[in-house]
């Protein structure tokens, strides 16, 4: 089993920043997903084991990053310009090869608050 662990959520106001990272033990594709209350769980982004190729939902393009540090197995998120919109449970998953459909090892979660 791959153990992930995810950290960087908090509360921050409108306009401000945060930045998630999620530890792997190892090399792997890793999307953030969030959920908020009452509403469906939905993707945010994505980083491709091999090329490293970034995707992006639309609601987060321009203002949402995804990175990674090979050094630490270690995956980022850097969200500027957050909006309320923007609230909800972040989760990791990991997958050990691009073309895999299923996202076989999450994060406990964390919780990221924005405040109008």
């Known amino acids: 089993q791959v153990q992930l662990a995810e950290s960087g959520g908090g509360l921050v106001q409108a306009g401000g920043s945060l930045r998630l990272s999620c530890a792997a033990s190892?090399?792997?594709?890793m999307v953030w997903f969030r959920q908020a209350p009452g509403k469906e769980r939905e993707f945010v982004s994505r980083?491709?084991?091999?090329?490293?190729?970034?995707y992006y939902a639309d609601s987060v393009k321009g203002r949402f990053t995804i990175s990674r540090d090979n050094a630490k197995n270690t995956v980022y998120l850097q969200m500027n310009s957050l909006k309320p919109e923007d609230t909800a449970v972040y989760y990791c998953a990991a997958k050990d090869r691009d073309y895999s459909p299923r996202w076989d090892y999450w994060g406990q979660g964390t919780q990221v608050t924005v405040s109008s």
């Open positions: 980083i491709n084991r091999n090329s490293d190729s970034t």
């Open positions: 190892g090399r792997y594709a």
